[in-house]
């Protein structure tokens, strides 16, 4: 068994950070032992321990802001966050070598407190602890974060790291400065086992899920609604995932403007998003710039139809009229839709091609291979283990 050390980030909220976390650690459970690292209590480290994983409280800071915060502003966050991830590795230090930590993994783009935590291990251990970079975010593409110290500086760290895990090639793209280094590797994340292939009777119902936020196209995915709508009137939109109630009510507002109030419902953050998704007629994955989507790839396994905005990593999962359908605009999400309602044939054969696609490349069975690969390569690679 190898002792890992897990660094991520999500607190206070279950989201597709931490899902996607207990899929790896479910995945790696006969090769790993899983040390988790979480900056805050909060949902995520309940869900964590409830699945029976040793969770660790250890305050340390993201080392990012959102985009309008102004320069001015950052400075005293970055004096503030250094010396917060200072004490954090203080406390993490005799943790690491009492439970025998052979490699850190962190878990997220949206910290870069593990190339910290490495170094300081180096300095006052002299030895080296191998450190994946686990890349799930653009960061500022898909949710308008900026790094403190500039992009210039994280994608150094990152270039730097032992190895590097994107979950798509828009993601490597984004952080890898040198795409023919080895140690920088391309694996779309683990969704699923094969054994959860699955396929429900459909309701009349469009499903957008997750965070409800701009940067995710909630508002796109209403004027593709508002478009069937008056094609198909029995149908409704239901958004799943947290929302601030301005922006819903924003949201509200704009359906009652279009006349469909009583069809959009909002139900949002839920443990378990399976029975939405699974008895969805379909799916509408309408970011502009999606890291992956972890739900297109659920939706797939559950035998729901994807319909995807044609740009991101949906492009690296989605083959239009085979797997999935996209779209590039308002009209063309629309007709889409009808074609999913209307055509039984082809709803069918886009849910078989999914299924196919979702067990070939995003199932536990299929990442569980490469990621050992990856972890016994480095492990065989560091002398100092």
Same mark, same amino acid.
């Given at each position: 068994m190898i002792n890992v050390l897990y660094i991520s980030h999500e607190t206070y909220e279950v989201a597709?950070?931490?899902?996607?976390?207990?899929? *790896?650690?479910?995945?790696?459970?006969?090769e790993v032992h899983p040390l988790v690292v979480l900056p805050n209590k909060g949902p995520a480290a309940d869900y964590l321990r409830n699945l029976g994983y040793n969770v660790q409280i250890v305050p340390f800071k993201l080392n990012i802001s959102p985009n309008r915060f102004a320069w001015l502003k950052r400075l005293p966050r970055m004096v503030y966050d250094d010396w917060k991830n200072l004490q954090a590795c203080r406390i993490l230090r005799p943790i690491i070598h009492d439970s025998h930590i052979q490699m850190i993994h962190t878990n997220t783009s949206a910290t870069i407190f593990g190339s910290y935590l490495t170094h300081y291990i180096e300095v006052h251990?002299?030895? *080296?602890?191998? *450190?994946? #970079?686990?890349?799930?975010?653009?960061?500022?593409?898909d949710f308008g974060f900026t790094p403190f110290n500039? #992009?210039?500086?994280?994608?150094?760290?990152?270039?730097?790291?032992?190895?590097?895990?994107?979950?798509?090639?828009?993601? *490597?793209?984004h952080f890898i400065t040198n795409s023919d280094d080895? +140690?920088?590797?391309?694996?779309?994340?683990?969704?699923?086992?094969?054994?959860?292939?699955?396929?429900?009777?459909?309701l009349p119902y469009l499903l957008f899920c997750g965070k409800v936020i701009?940067?995710?196209?909630?508002?796109?995915?209403?004027?593709?609604?508002h478009t069937l709508h008056l094609k198909h009137p029995n149908y409704h939109l239901v958004y799943v995932g947290s929302v601030e109630a301005q922006y819903q009510r924003f949201l509200e507002t704009k359906a009652k403007d279009y006349g469909i109030s009583d069809a959009v419902t909002f139900k949002h953050f839920q443990t378990d998003i399976h029975p939405f998704i699974s008895q969805a007629t379909a799916l509408l994955m309408c970011s502009r710039n999606e890291a992956q989507g972890r739900v297109t790839v659920e939706a797939m396994f559950y035998g729901t139809p994807v319909i995807a905005m044609s740009s991101g990593g949906s492009l690296e999962i989605i083959s239009d009229?085979?797997?999935?359908?996209?779209?590039?605009?308002?009209?063309?999400?629309?007709?889409?839709?009808?074609?999913?309602?209307?055509?039984?044939?082809?709803?069918?054969?886009?849910?078989?091609?999914?299924q196919q696609t979702a067990a070939s490349r995003f199932s536990e069975e299929v990442y +569980?291979?490469?990621?050992v690969k990856i972890y016994n390569s480095l492990l065989n690679n560091n002398s100092t283990i």
């Open positions: 597709g950070s931490t899902f996607s976390l207990a899929n *790896h650690l479910h995945a790696l459970r006969s251990d002299h030895r *080296h602890i191998p *450190h994946v #970079w686990h890349l799930r975010e653009f960061l500022d593409l500039g #992009w210039p500086h994280l994608r150094k760290l990152v270039n730097d790291a032992d190895a590097t895990i994107s979950i798509t090639q828009a993601v *490597h793209d080895v +140690r920088h590797h391309v694996i779309n994340d683990a969704v699923c086992s094969i054994s959860q292939l699955s396929c429900s009777a459909k701009p940067e995710k196209g909630p508002e796109l995915a209403l004027d593709i609604f009229n085979v797997n999935g359908l996209l779209f590039n605009t308002v009209e063309k999400g629309a007709q889409q839709c009808s074609r999913i309602i209307e055509d039984t044939t082809l709803a069918q054969s886009i849910i078989k091609n999914a +569980r291979t490469k990621m």
